[in-house]
């Protein structure tokens, strides 16, 4: 069975950075790929990036030109390059399967706040 541990996260201020990682046991990728997710508090969980096995990414509209997904096959390793961080990127992030509609366990996540 797949485990995915996210870290990375952390305290930054507005238009600082931060790299999150997701680590996998069993392999990185879902069926049809993998994405970072987020939460934020008394919000739905949302898509922020996913990237499929043929290497296509997706960002959500409000990451667009300041987040980068990318993966480290050998290292079964997913990062997620924030930059320009928001006030509003603050959130609980996650990694998980993407593009199949199919989901494992959610873990603990990561945490980002951005101060302002």
């Known amino acids: 069975q797949v485990h995915l541990v996210e870290s990375g996260g952390g305290l930054v201020q507005a238009g600082g950075s931060l790299r999150l990682s997701c680590a996998a046991s069993?392999?990185?990728?879902?069926?049809?790929?993998m994405g970072w997710y987020r939460q934020a508090r008394g919000k739905q969980r949302e898509l922020v990036a996913g990237?499929?096995?043929?290497?296509?990414?997706n960002y959500a509209d409000s990451v667009k030109g300041r987040f980068n997904i990318s993966r480290d096959n050998a290292k079964n390793t997913m990062y997620l390059q924030m930059n320009s961080l928001k006030p509003e990127d603050t959130a609980v992030y996650y990694c998980?399967?993407?593009?199949?509609?199919?989901?494992?366990?959610w873990g603990q996540g990561t945490q980002v706040t951005v101060s302002s």
């Open positions: 069993g392999g990185i990728f879902g069926p049809d790929g």
């Open positions: 998980n399967y993407y593009g199949s509609g199919y989901f494992l366990s």
């Open positions: 990237i499929r096995r043929g290497g296509s990414i």
